[in-house]
């Protein structure tokens, strides 16, 4: 769902939203200053406020400047991972030392390992939070109902979680809207080059952790864990940017970019040890009631040794109704977010009352289903051993409303941390535990209660609801499958947790790797591959991975590795936004503020023309961000003259062209220049990176696609083809490649 | 070491190789045929041979274009990820139904699964070879020792070492140079563009697969892991290509060019289960006297449920020292591999030789060390119970010469495969089983003879050397330090040899994988990526990882993913190799081929110019293959005109432009052109790449190198940046790119 804003009024677009190249190349720009007239539609406008009658077959990039981020409206910006070639760079790079260059490498591993740290504590907190939490609110209806106090206890239930939900959607709705949701499409929209200034802010970071641990422990069918990835981005983009203005911490480390590998495998290294070392510490009982629970290792005992070709056909059977059903629940996913959507917009009172209908919704189930629930009893060999049913908060057999000797089996599911449901819906050789109408009841519910709570604005994951459904699945098709197939029930629910991933995530590998590390067994490899390869064949036929649909769903630009088929048939030419806003290379403050005023732009080509070369040439291309920096610092001059690099270092270092963190950068208003300055020139030859990626007009569009996405770049400059022409003839920005604004011009290029 | 040849003869090299661009700038090109005039120097004279007086740093691109590939020198070329985007690719493209596109998908995804059937069987076929003929080797041996029969014993020992060692070799320099070594560095250098012929072919194939059985079963310090993985791909390219004409296997499938993650893991996914249910299979009895051998599982019991600080103390000296034995093997492994070139170059007798006195040395390790060591008094517990000593061929405690109740240490590791000596050292709960004196002279010959068994003219994996040496020196550690951890000495051992694996490989992701599927033991994680981590950045500090160092070595133009500093201070016209040989759009047939025969340029631009264009401009990129194809199907016309794609299509169809196989394309010499026909004109529009990517002149070099790296280039235009020039100045290539070449240009760019 594309929002509805066209282009922000926020200074954030990066593309000239009016005339395209058509009409671009019929009035070639002159040399300089007239580019910027007020005849020019510009974005603060509306852009096509003033339709020009030439060639022109649409006026804006319709692509939006705005994204859904969590469940408000943000502005985003594109990142840049080009190198930034100009003087001040290579001054730069040149000063430093050995010395230095070893400080910053260290400085990039210290900072990798204390993400790692960080992050390992906070999960571990999570944990312990989520543990103490729902099993102090599980542990308190267990005894009311141990004494009968039936109405009591679901009170007690009801109102816990509804008043954990109602605080987790206020933190959200009024502190930080940016960490509703799972997160990771945010994550994997900033990792693909597009940044909403709220998406990695403190705020975030805070509301996202209080609001998981809030969300979990309210019983909600959802995760931690999706929270747990946007949470670690946020830890790092928090360090790297040295602390935050706004909250008043900061420091003076160097920013940092791109996150490698080996670093990143550091980092996890980190994490992983310390939270290992502290579960260890509490194993002791250190961390109150409920210490137990944290890493979640499942244990499907059964082992595998062999299967027969029938065991195989049951578990391609099982993967095909799992890619199915998990392409359904990202349909009914999509429909449902767009309902909710409407909600949400209406403004924080409305976010919060959903999150407690939804909440009071799942308080009924969770208590409700089991009381619909016949009771069972007890397999006789763990009657005798006292282990059924079980009194307290843990373990598969629950005691609710039983009498003695038998348990009631969907209380063991329902009453309960997602995470120990899915430890008992995993758990092997408990066959006769769960009956098929009961299993039945149990998939219908959370299936149901995955896709109406995900969209809430409360941090939820959405592994849990769909390993839930899915081994709930998979142990309802075992169960009904068990004549044919000698594979465990607790088996057949992991293939099914398996194929539902594969089904709505449809990410393979990392699934794969997942499965892995909760059932710590290799052995099973090989079938969880089988599963995961079918389902998401199955599931690709009918849609796109939940995530990719939430991306686009959001609104964000995301690029993919991939062109369109469609942009084989145009050349950059065709899609370039014009008229092309450039500087010359000593430009008029004024005409370089005034500029900088009126357009949004983030990058701005730089001609050479005369006097400085015989003809007009490129000589680079500026940043909005360095040219605010350089005005400031006020190298101007009387006259039209180079004043070169000296000068400005005699005023900067090349620290102050520094990447600044989100919200920290300058504006026009800081600037504070007098009439007499305004009407000076600035040498833009010092900050102009020299070597901007250029293409040719008439170079296929996919082509060009494939370098910007692959260089990861912001800005392409586009020049002209043939000699005695401007020497730059427009600018390629990430906008120009989403196939709604290609849709948008050439609204038949689609249907060749 | 760089080959001794300057360019080869071979029609391969695709960097023009004389007068570069400051000579070119001054002397500019003419709009068409002149380029070619004799004067101009030529590959096959050479390079270099007419020195002209102006500009030029140096003449001739330095860079190889022969590298060695396996033990012998190999002509090479560069692999081209760019899309050709011509009227025949374009007209494909239009031309296919959607049954079509479905049948591609289809077929590339057989394809896949049926590389995985293929490896999978090989792996186990490989498997079973060496379990049986190692098996019956050693099982004769120790029969005869039984019996007393020692220098018969020996004899039959060492001569049936030296015979498997000599087919091996023999097989390797007679039928398959290219498979001697471990084929790591080439299908390295393979995934980042460098293809030799040889690398890949069903020879190379063949004798990668009975050559590592051979040499693993001869006893060597060798490994089969390496070879598996050289073999695999030589598999996927035998189908890919449609089979070899060479071998007269041929079917007609389409090309298949880039293989993507997420076919990768199903082709591993069916590799894995294929060998699984084999050794299933083989469980029963129906593979021969040894069939339980199999997928290696290491059994370190020790449940490691927590670790002291002076556990981890212990842990990290064991890294740094790791590291540093790493580093050192590398080191010496350069050295010694530098010597064994220069015997291998002398012929083939000579490398049969070398590896036959290689094989004798080891024989007499494996007899020898056994020989000088004393016997241990067995475990009681385990005498008891009769498990030591062990009669026959596996187990722990080998019976050699040694009286009843008592076992020869050395012998359990030496006398065995290397598999099972491995499974030995790292098995738990045994630290009294191997003594110090004895491990330390176990690593001390495993380690040396690593070092001079990898350079014998054999497949030859490095993975299991490294694991034996740094597990036995684990170990050793463990036993020395025992006093002050309670980590057990199989763990030691683990750890070592992930210390050496970080200390000479440098792969830490890939290096935890393989460890923990060796283990299967997720929980020890956390201590191996410590380990790694540690060793691997100790290592570091001396020189870079061994396959690197191995790439560089046999002068395979390996294109780093960061480039060199010095590239930094360059631009992309000052490394670009002149005159530049260029075609018109419509260019004399005489011309055309009398360059093809001329130079072995794979890469041509074609110039748009009168009466086609007003003004000379880059029409786009034609390649030696595709001119090679129009020519013999003879669209020629008599004038200079245009005959547009049609007639093109008439004779020819877009299969015809497939990218050959390896060996299978056409040559110059394939043409059979009358006097009549070279005078006439051919039309290069339909088969110009009319998007090739450029960059302006005045780009940094290292900017130019990220953008040729990242999309996977093999020719980049460079353009200039004023009007009134040429429309393209230049051609960069990989070797233009290589810092040999780059330092030769300008020998003190590096030290500025």
């Known amino acids: 769902m594309a929002v509805g804003t066209e282009s922000g009024s926020g200074g954030v677009a990066e593309s000239a939203p009016s005339t395209p190249m058509s009409a671009m190349t019929t009035t070639p720009i002159s040399a300089r200053s007239v580019r910027w007239e007020s005849d020019m539609p510009d974005i603060e406008e509306g852009g096509g406020g003033l339709e020009r009658p030439l060639l022109r077959r649409r006026g804006t990039n319709t692509t939006s400047q705005m994204a859904i981020v969590g469940a408000n409206v943000c502005p985003i910006e594109s990142l840049d991972y080009e190198l930034v070639e100009n003087e001040v760079y290579k001054q730069d790079w040149r000063s430093r030392g050995k010395l230095q260059i070893f400080h910053y490498q260290i400085l990039k591993w210290v900072l990798a390992l204390l993400v790692g740290l960080i992050v390992g504590l906070i999960g571990f907190f999570n944990n312990i939070a989520v543990e103490n939490i729902a099993g102090f609110k599980l542990l308190l209806t267990t005894n009311l109902m141990l004494q009968n106090r039936y109405k009591a206890a679901f009170l007690w239930f009801i109102s816990c979680n509804a008043m954990l939900a109602a605080a987790a959607a206020a933190l959200c709705a009024y502190f930080g809207p940016a960490a509703a949701g799972s997160g990771i499409p945010e994550v994997k929209a900033y990792l693909n080059g597009v940044d909403a200034p709220s998406i990695l802010a403190p705020s975030t970071l805070f509301v996202k952790i209080v609001g998981s641990i809030f969300g979990v422990s309210a019983g909600f069918v959802l995760g931690k864990e999706g929270p747990m990835v946007h949470t670690g981005a946020c830890v790092a983009s928090f360090l790297g940017q040295g602390g935050s203005r706004k909250y008043g911490f900061t420091w003076n480390w160097l920013r940092w970019r791109s996150a490698l590998l080996w670093r990143t495998f550091s980092t996890t290294a980190v994490a992983a040890m310390v939270l290992r070392s502290l579960i260890e510490y509490c194993r002791s009982g250190n961390c109150g009631l409920f210490g137990k629970g944290g890493l979640i290792m499942f244990d499907v005992s059964s082992q595998v040794t062999s299967y027969t070709t029938m065991d195989l056909a049951a578990v391609v059977l099982l993967a095909i109704v799992g890619g199915l059903l998990g392409a359904l629940f990202n349909f009914l996913l999509n429909r449902i977010l767009r309902v909710y959507s409407y909600i949400n917009e209406k403004g924080a009172p ?181 599963v995961l390869l079918v389902s998401k064949t199955v599931a690709d036929c009918f849609n796109k991975g939940v995530y990719e649909q939430m991306v686009r769903m959001k609104g964000l630009p995301y690029l993919e590795a991939h062109a369109e088929p469609c942009m084989r048939s145009l050349v950059a030419g065709d899609v370039v936004s014009a008229p092309l806003i450039a500087f010359s290379s000593v430009e008029s403050v004024g005409t370089v503020v005034d500029t900088l005023r009126r357009t949004g732009h983030n990058g701005f080509p730089v001609i050479e023309d005369a006097p400085f070369a015989p003809e007009p040439e490129l000589c680079g291309l500026v940043l909005r961000s360095h040219l605010l920096v350089l005005l400031r610092a006020k190298t101007f001059t009387a006259d039209r003259v180079k004043t070169g690099a000296a000068e400005v270092f005699r005023k900067l270092a090349p620290f102050d062209f520094a990447k600044p963190g989100s919200g920290k950068g300058l504006t026009v208003d800081d600037l504070d220049l007098t009439e007499e300055e305004m009407a000076m020139y600035v040498d833009l030859h010092p900050i102009a990176n020299r070597s901007p990626y250029t293409v040719v007009e008439n170079m296929s569009l996919a082509k060009a696609a494939v370098l910007f996405r692959q260089l990861g770049l912001r800005h392409m400059c586009v020049v002209p083809r043939t000699p005695g022409r401007p020497p730059v003839v427009g600018i390629l920005t990430r906008h120009d490649f989403m196939p709604g604004y290609i849709r948008g011009l050439f609204p038949n290029v689609l249907r060749e």
């Not at 407690?356 to 208590?367: E, G, K, M, Q």
């Not at 089996?409 to 050789?429: E, H, K, Q, V, Y």
């Open 350 to 530: 409305y976010k919060i009352i959903l999150t407690v209908v939804i909440s009071l919704v799942t308080s009924c189930c969770s208590f409700g289903l089991p009381w619909l629930t016949a009771c069972t009893p007890c397999p006789p060999e763990l009657a005798a051993s006292g282990h059924c049913p079980t009194i307290g908060r843990s373990g598969n057999f629950k005691n609710f409303r039983c009498p003695p000797g038998q348990y009631n089996a969907m209380a063991s599911l329902f009453l309960n941390t997602n995470d120990d449901a899915i430890r008992n819906l995993f758990s092997g050789g408990t066959e006769s535990e769960f009956g098929v109408p009961m299993l039945l009841a149990f998939f219908t519910a959370v299936y149901s209660l995955g896709l109406v709570t995900y969209g809430v604005a409360v941090p939820s994951g959405l592994f849990i609801p769909v390993i839930l459904s899915g081994a709930s699945f998979g142990r309802l098709l075992g169960k009904l499958l068990g004549a044919l197939t000698g594979l465990d029930t607790g088996l057949f629910a992991l293939l099914g947790a398996a194929s539902f991933l594969g089904g709505t995530m449809r990410m393979t590998v990392s699934v794969c790797v997942i499965l892995l590390e909760l059932t710590n067994d290799l052995l099973l490899l090989p079938l969880i591959m089988l």
